[in-house]
């Protein structure tokens, strides 16, 4: 880890001199996001019997970001072609986990999602994410734009997809099973799949969603689904999150009602304010100026990364960059979607502003393979043969 060959120079670079190539208007972007966790955090700390705010939630995300920014700095420092070599056993490792959730997982709000190992609690599935985009990006590296459209070598990467998204959705974990989904195609349409098969593709997915509804789903994901297309039908029952949301997001108006003083909030009656809803609560009390200031930190995060990918020299790290990129636009936009009751209820948390360790853990690990991505741009790397094999 102390030096790489830098590009077609040939020269040694120094550990010293990796940390001149960081980002730190990235790292800036992400501590920024975090910062607004933070306050939005503290904010839910409001105990009504007590009157009194407790910061134990807001002090246990600055810490467990001050941890998550130590380790993306490690993964940023270590050379991509490492990285690289390590793609397919990190999936497979990941997929033994999601297996161990299946004979072993413990169970939380009704699903089987953890896993415990001595005293440490994991959720496999957000290990997958990181390890999904980093053997999909190591498979598809080793592709011309031609193979990617082969059946014989396009269904080795859809195998990878699939299998992961079946063990998670099995948890039951609808959610994350789409996310992990979406994002495996959208590797492989930018990798240079052939508009043909996108389109067989959409068909028998069109197909495939209605066998899940006939079949597969269970009661109460069917019930989100429809009470995300008219949530006035049970303003009490299953409706109630949706209905609850809305009247905070409209009563932000413009400027928000203050920080702390949010009515839906505040007085509970916003459900999972602090993770799922957390920017229903920001909208309440920051308004539309708030919310919209977030997701412009979110989106310069995201262009700042497809920049990256764009300036990599080799194809996997712009396959890494933007898988990992497209999966932060996928946390973006199905929670802000989810609140705002264009799409059902699931369970996707606010990048760095939700309260939760392993998706920040997963997000910051995943922005630090972006940083490695930038610091290594220049390292060639040829499409057949990967570096340690």
């Known amino acids: 880890m102390s030096s790489y060959t830098y590009g077609e120079t040939g020269r040694e670079v120094p550990l010293w001199q990796k940390f001149r190539e960081i980002d730190w208007w ?29 910061p134990s939630r807001a002090l246990t995300h600055l810490t467990r970001f001050s941890i998550a920014l130590v380790l993306m ?49 994991v959720q496999p599935s957000e290990v997958m994410k990181i390890a999904l985009v980093l053997s999909l990006a190591r498979y598809l590296h080793g592709l011309t734009v031609d193979e990617v459209s082969r059946i014989k070598t396009l269904a080795p990467a859809v195998l990878m997809i699939l299998l992961p998204v079946a063990l998670i959705f099995r948890q039951p974990d609808l959610g994350t099973a789409l996310l992990l989904l979406m994002g495996g195609a959208a590797l492989l349409f930018l990798a240079g799949l052939s508009w043909r098969i996108v389109a067989v593709a959409s068909v028998l997915g069109g197909v495939a969603a ?119 636009f996928l946390y973006v936009a199905i929670n802000t979607a989810m609140v705002m009751g ?23 690990i995943g922005m630090g393979l972006v940083m490695s991505v930038h610091i290594h741009r220049d390292i060639d790397v040829p499409r057949h043969s990967g570096a340690f094999w």
């Open 73 to 121: 700095f490690i993964v940023a420092l270590v050379d991509v072609r490492v990285w690289m070599s390590l793609a397919y056993p990190a999936y497979a490792a990941a997929l033994i986990l999601l297996i161990g959730v299946e004979l072993f997982g413990t169970v939380g709000m009704g699903a089987q999602r953890w896993l415990l190992i001595g005293p440490i609690r």
């Open 342 to 364: 264009l799409i059902p209820v699931v369970g996707v948390p606010l990048p760095l502003v939700s309260y939760g360790g392993t998706v920040m853990m997963t997000i910051m």
């Open 210 to 328: 209605g066998f899940a509804w006939r079949f597969l789903l269970q009661d109460y994901q069917k019930q989100r689904v429809l009470t995300a297309l008219n949530p006035d039908s049970d303003p009490l029952g299953a409706g109630y999150h949706i209905a609850q949301s809305k009247i905070a997001i409209g009563a932000g108006g413009l400027f928000g009602k203050g920080f702390g003083n949010g009515s839906q909030s505040q007085l509970n009656f916003l459900p999972e304010k602090h993770t799922d809803f957390i920017f229903t609560m920001l909208a309440e009390e920051w308004g539309l100026i708030g919310a919209l200031t977030l997701l412009v930190l979110y989106l310069l995060i995201l262009f700042r990364g497809l920049s990256i990918a764009m300036s990599s020299r080799h194809h996997f790290g712009r396959m890494v960059s933007m898988g990992v990129m497209f999966t932060f």
């Open 26 to 54: 990235l790292i800036f972007l992400l501590c920024a996001v975090a910062a607004v966790g933070f306050i939005m955090l503290y904010s839910t700390g409001w105990d009504i019997a007590k009157q009194m705010r407790d």
